[in-house]
């Protein structure tokens, strides 16, 4: 497994490489010195959803945001998929290109496989930002895999396009979002449709994480936008199951976030990088003397 230089070009001040997991190819973009900051998209994205949080935060830290298998520049091998095997790709990625634990952020699928990464592999996780996602999708009953059933077949029927146009005027109503809107339409039509389902019914397969929540260790910050897909109440009944938790409710905003409210929502996340390095040193700082006074 190694990282190379792609051939693929980059936005101007990025560098676009490759990471080699097996036979897979993935895709990142990367800016910056410092410590890790690694984005990880939503379902039928790209990195490239990031850019307006990695211009942010490159000449503080070191940005990296990569396309999950079967998204956007990323191979698209035949599933199935599962978070599972999302965060075991991330885990490589970080291996790879980021200098030590990373702070990982993720939005609604980027979200869970960033709690996969932090219960699997906690040494590369330094902290989280949960962005509306959660540690479980649950899909037991018929009513709780309805919109597994309504999406493959909106998909189907009428094509990832005309799916893309549903879900963009939900998520980004206002007039002035619409060219928000015409961007995160291109990106999800763009998507392999064998593996946009691929990826759809991974996150509706049972996955949980939820009964390993008290694992996690590391500063997390859970940000829900009050007129998510999911209530806040549900974001703030798992975080209070997290040691190192707290949560930030964004008002007037819907699932798709870091996109609708940049500038708010990396001011959020710079407050919390900030305190999270303060966490980080006062720990170093007692540990040392804990070994002094041993």
């Not at 830290?61 to 298998?69: E, F, T």
């Not at 809107?181 to 949980?208: H, P, Q, T």
Request: charged share 20%; net charge positive.
């Amino acid at each position: 497994m190694s990282a190379e230089a792609g051939p693929v070009s980059a936005p101007d001040g990025f560098e676009s490489r490759v990471v080699h997991v097996g036979d897979l190819d993935l895709h990142c973009l990367l800016a910056g010195v410092g410590e890790s900051v690694v984005f990880l998209h939503g379902l039928g994205s790209c990195a490239e959803d990031w850019l307006p949080q990695l211009d942010y935060l490159r000449g503080r830290y070191r940005v990296i945001a990569c396309d999950l298998r079967g998204h956007g520049r990323s191979s698209k091998p035949r599933g199935p998929y599962s978070i599972e095997r999302f965060a075991a790709d991330v885990a490589v990625v970080l291996r790879e290109v980021a200098a030590g634990p990373a702070h990982v952020v993720g939005l609604s699928l980027g979200g869970m496989v960033a709690f996969q990464l932090a219960v699997d592999a906690p040494a590369l996780v330094r902290s989280l930002v949960i962005v509306n996602s959660g540690p479980a999708v649950p899909a037991a009953t018929f009513r709780q895999r309805l919109p597994l059933h309504i999406r493959v077949a909106y998909a189907r029927v009428l094509g990832l396009r005309a799916m893309a146009k549903a879900i963009g005027k939900r998520i980004f109503p206002k007039p002035d979002q619409a060219e928000i809107m015409r961007a995160f339409v291109e990106r999800l039509a763009a998507n392999d449709k064998r593996c946009y389902l691929a990826s759809l019914r991974a996150i509706f397969a049972g996955w949980s994480v939820a009964g390993r929540l008290g694992q996690i260790r590391c500063p997390v910050l859970v940000v829900a936008s009050d007129q998510d897909y999911t209530p806040v109440a549900l974001k703030e009944a798992y975080a209070s199951s997290i040691a190192n938790a707290r949560v930030v409710v964004f008002a007037d905003a819907r699932h798709a976030l870091p996109m609708e409210k940049p500038l708010e929502f990396n001011e959020a996340l710079a407050a919390f990088l900030a305190s999270a390095r303060a966490t980080a040193g006062e720990r170093g700082v007692e540990a040392a003397l804990s070994g002094e006074a041993s």
